[in-house]
């Protein structure tokens, strides 16, 4: 569960970070304070917990964004849209395995719902609009070949492109380690070094931690 001390912080920004599941995995929320709109990026497993908070905050559902399709990070999809009006957001390279999703989850002893198509597909450079929030998008395959970064208010949501002292995996089917490192190097570390990183799995770090102590990072040097 997420620290109310790290939520009141984060909304700020304004993005509350939920840690769910048996695989460590962040969900996120992003607020609109000015409409009360609301996007909710990567539903994991036991994500449902959070449509109780939307409900008794008086917040509405705009988008369920996916920075990649692997089912750890879209096994709740389902849920939310079927729940709400949410327009479902999705990057086309990705739609394969958006598609593989109940088969995904059952090879590692999971089992999960199909997801329903998403309505809008994301592309580099694109922003969303959340009531009066942007949400940049970046294109940064190599992880899965549709992968991307939420850019929110100077803080970065890297879904498994960056992690607190590592990156993501580049051993699953149509990941790219050369392709991974292009994409951090090219669209994150070009970023300020002060940049919030709000990863996929695992604790918040910034953009000039990573530089500076990621091992990964200073190899590919």
């Not at 449902?48 to 559902?61: K, N, R, V």
């Not at 692997?70 to 598609?99: C, K, P, Q, V």
């Not at 089992?111 to 929030?133: D, I, N, R, Y």
Request: hydrophobic share 35%; proline share 7%.
């Amino acid at each position: 569960m997420y620290d109310l001390r790290e939520r009141k912080q984060k909304r700020k920004l304004p993005i509350l970070r939920y840690n769910l599941g048996p695989m460590d995995n962040n969900t996120y929320l992003i607020v609109d304070s000015m409409t009360n709109e609301v996007a909710l990026v990567d539903p994991t497993f036991d994500s449902e917990t959070i449509w109780e908070e939307i409900q008794e905050s008086g917040y509405t559902l705009r988008y369920v964004l996916n920075t990649h399709a692997h089912f750890d990070h879209i096994i709740g999809n389902a849920y939310f849209l079927e729940n709400s009006s949410a327009i479902l957001a999705l990057h086309r390279n990705d739609l394969g395995f958006l598609h593989q999703l109940p088969v995904q989850a059952q090879m590692f002893g999971f089992s999960a719902k199909p997801s329903p198509e998403p309505s809008l597909f994301l592309e580099e450079g694109q922003t969303l609009m959340l009531g009066s929030t942007p949400i940049e998008v970046r294109f940064t395959p190599g992880h899965a070949p549709g992968h991307v970064t939420f850019l929110v208010e100077g803080a970065a949501i890297v879904g498994d492109c960056l992690f607190q002292g590592s990156i993501g995996r580049t051993d699953l089917p149509q990941s790219s380690l050369q392709t991974l490192m292009h994409s951090i190097q090219i669209q994150l570390l070009t970023l300020p070094d002060g940049t919030p990183v709000y990863p996929g799995h695992g604790a918040p770090t910034t953009i000039g931690e990573e530089r500076r102590h990621n091992p990964f990072l200073q190899e590919w040097k």
